[in-house]
């Protein structure tokens, strides 16, 4: 058990609409991740919050977004959903922002898009 | 453009057979490589961190170099449980301090 709690763990939906990601992170871990998982591209790194703010940002699509709140817990929104975006979203957490590669996964959402 | 290749995509062995893991990468300011191991269904698990060439790391069953092009992850006598995919990734230097994987290595250990 890495510490970082991921939920839903599964989500099915349909193209076209609106679903959230919520992650919290280990205890004491200011720093959050989410990556995407899909069979054909692998893990790609979408965005990193450090402490409420954004620090970094992937191949984030423009109707994706996240958000860190002020108790640390994250929330990946999905929007105008399509069948490629099915994927596994994967929640990661770390003590420091700079650049550590040290990071805590989370089990995952699997998102289906019918 | 910054790239990580892991070779082979998938691999069998028998238990108790050792081999190697490739991981090479063409980036143009390495900051450190990193290891790590997923089970189906699950999240990446952290294994090793290296910063240098020369650096090793050693963990039960396996061993992580690395060089200036390259990194391998030794595993000897491999039992059944070792078996998962195994990630690695890197972070450059400059820009986002992002980390960026591979593709994996699937490994696969008969008993």
């Known amino acids: 058990d890495s510490g970082v709690t991921q939920t839903p763990k599964h989500l099915i939906t349909a193209t076209g609409q609106r679903v959230t990601l919520r992650c919290s992170p280990r205890?004491?871990?200011?720093?959050v991740y989410w990556y995407q998982q899909s069979l054909d591209q692998g893990l790609q790194f979408l965005i990193q919050?450090?402490?409420?703010?954004?620090?970094a940002k992937g191949n984030i699509l423009e109707r994706f977004s996240a958000q860190q709140f002020p108790d640390l817990h994250s929330e990946l929104n999905l929007s105008s959903l399509e069948l490629g975006d099915s994927a596994l979203y994967f929640c990661?957490?770390?003590?420091?922002?700079?650049?550590?590669?040290?990071?805590?996964f989370g089990e995952g959402s699997r998102l289906t898009v019918l | 453009e910054d790239q990580v290749t892991q070779s082979p995509e998938a691999l069998r062995l028998q238990e108790g057979e050792s081999s190697s893991l490739n991981c090479s990468y063409t980036?143009?300011?390495?900051?450190?490589l990193f290891w790590y191991r997923q089970d189906p269904g699950k999240g990446p698990e952290f294994l090793f961190t290296?910063?240098?060439a020369g650096e090793e790391k050693e963990k039960e069953r396996l061993k992580a170099t690395l060089t200036k092009k390259e990194s391998f992850l030794h595993i000897t006598a491999p039992k059944p449980e070792d078996s998962a995919t195994y990630l690695c990734?890197?972070?450059?230097?400059?820009?986002?301090?992002?980390?960026?994987f591979g593709q994996g290595t699937r490994l696969t250990i008969n008993p």
């Open positions: 990661a957490s770390s003590v420091s922002g700079r650049g550590t590669g040290e990071l805590f």
């Open positions: 205890s004491g871990d200011l720093s």
């Open positions: 919050y450090y402490n409420g703010e954004e620090r």
């Open positions: 980036v143009s300011g390495l900051r450190g």
């Open positions: 290296l910063y240098s």
């Open positions: 990734a890197v972070i450059l230097i400059q820009g986002a301090q992002k980390l960026v």
